[in-house]
């Protein structure tokens, strides 16, 4: 199965720019998404088909998708961005995630 | 507004074959590039797709998991079904359902997005 792998930790300090990785065979050839997960809650889109945000999110959250790797950036971080952030694929008619990144704003 | 809700068992034992329904409001499986997945967490632990169905009734499973799943609609109860057979406690888990959009990528239909995701339904599987 089709297999991507993110960074197990980011730590970023307020106001500074955090990007998460996200690796896999061939990415770049697909969309990718990124979710945003805090604890309790259930997870929310924050970034769809490598770089298009949905309605509501800031644009502080931006995406970009080449070669082998999608990257999520969040510029001018905030601690409410505090989170966990997984990515996403389709591939051979099958969804996958990410092992998740938490993202820590210290 | 567009809201899913998971029910089903909190609790399982082992062997048991899991039924989770999402209920649907706001949101229409009738339309072909509509689909709802189900995706599960176990605690402290990163998402893992399970299954997901589009407004075609088409269906999609988990490679490593296809051979004990089945998820089906009823689109007049605007309901989704996932049956997960023969349970251990590895699957303890948060399972949600999300509703999502597929779209026509490269000449393939494909997922493009979960917009809309329910509370989850913590399912603990122990005898």
């Not at chain 1, 307020?14 to 805090?38: E, F, N, R, V």
């Not at chain 1, 949905?54 to 790797?69: L, V």
């Not at chain 1, 966990?84 to 820590?104: I, N, R």
Request: with cysteine.
């Amino acid at each position: 199965s089709y297999e991507l792998t993110q960074p197990p930790s980011v730590s970023v300090s307020p106001g500074q720019t955090a990007s998460i990785t996200c690796s896999g065979d061939k990415l770049g050839d697909k969309y990718a998404c990124w979710y945003q997960q805090k604890p309790g809650q259930s997870p929310v889109l924050v970034i769809h088909q490598d770089n298009k945000r949905p309605s509501g999110i800031p644009e502080r959250f931006s995406g970009s998708n080449s070669g082998n790797t999608a990257t999520l950036t969040i510029s001018g971080t905030q601690a409410m961005d505090e989170a966990d952030y997984y990515c996403q694929a389709w591939d051979s008619s099958t969804a996958e995630f990410g092992g998740g990144t938490k993202l820590t704003v210290l | 507004q567009v809201t899913l809700r998971e029910s089903g068992p909190a609790l399982v034992n082992p062997t048991q074959t899991l039924t989770l329904t999402c209920t649907l409001s706001g949101f229409s499986l009738s339309t072909g590039g509509m689909c709802v997945s189900w995706i599960r967490q176990p605690p402290g632990k990163a998402l893992e797709w399970l299954a997901l169905i589009d407004g075609h009734d088409d269906k999609y499973y988990s490679t490593s998991l296809k051979t004990r799943l089945t998820i089906s609609k009823d689109t007049s109860k605007n309901q989704v079904v996932l049956t997960m057979t023969n349970m251990d406690p590895v699957d303890t888990a948060t399972y949600y359902c999300a509703g999502g959009i597929m779209i026509t990528f490269a000449g393939v239909f494909v997922l493009d997005r979960f917009d809309y995701w329910g509370q989850g339904t913590p399912v603990t599987v122990s005898s």
